[in-house]
């Protein structure tokens, strides 16, 4: 749980016109490779996506050559080493490796995440320039990434016909899986795994289902409290579209809480074996239901999250155990 951690990441206000092209530059780096990843992957399944993919990829490299060639022309050759991951507020990409599974689903759905961030980074720099053709260049471009969300969107009519554009297509769908489903999600997994070895190390140092219980439910409750405030001071959401901190610190505490909860609620019960034993199966629930929601959401293999989340969780129990029993 990486929580109040100091941020060394700079603020995008402080960036000046050099490091805010510098950073529009490796960021249309980035996406082109993306996008040409797509297209390589669904080329198989979807030629029709693909060849939309390889047209978005050679767009962005346009977009690259045409910011290049504007910062050439104002600052010279050398480029500021600064990338996304080093500014506060970036919504930061998944590396495709990790997406073994892709699906058009969720590919429509990184695409919108991809293109609304690059377009609010447009208009918050161009707002941020006071150089008239910076700002003109900058305007543009956040134009032409609204457009590639249009273009994505496209893929539903021409791939997954008239039934699959449902509600899931629409743009309130996905600004509710960024704005409470991701945070949610994640707490839900950081809750139910950090708070396992507190939980049965007190289990099995006291033997008393209710002080456990208790040491159960301030695990949950500071877990959560500590999570909410971590996700809501991470982002404000002008940059990454993913709306309100308030909203998504609170999906991220509840679940959080919710998460250290389910294996604490069984120690109510005041025999100690039963209690134990529900549990143990409930952790094997949660553990189950995490690999799952890796799988469906965070676009991991279903083996390697279940496999990342069973021997981390088997990691922790067992440490709970060997605590609380020492």
Known sequence: MMRFLPDNRRDFSSLNEREILSLAIAAEEEDGRIYGEFATRLGEQYPGSAAVFEGMAAEEDEHRRRLLDH????????LVPIRREHVRGFLQRKPLWLMQNLTLEGVRQ???EMEEGAYRFY????????????RKLLGDLAAEERAHANAADKLEATEL???ARSQEASEEHRQFVLTYVQPGLAGLMDGSVSTLAPVFAAAFATGDTWQTFLVGLAAAVGAGISMGFTEAASDDGKLTGRGSPLKRGLAAGIMTAIGGLGHALPYLIHDFTLATTIAVVVVLIELWAIAFIQSRYMS????????????GGALVFAAGVLIGSA
């Open 71 to 78: 910062y050439r022309e104002k600052f010279g050759e050398r």
């Open 110 to 112: 990184q695409v919108w």
């Open 123 to 134: 208009m918050a720099a161009a707002e941020q320039t006071q150089d008239v053709g910076v």
């Open 161 to 163: 016909g008239a039934e």
């Open 300 to 311: 991991t293999p279903f083996w390697r999250a279940a496999l990342q989340v069973v021997v």
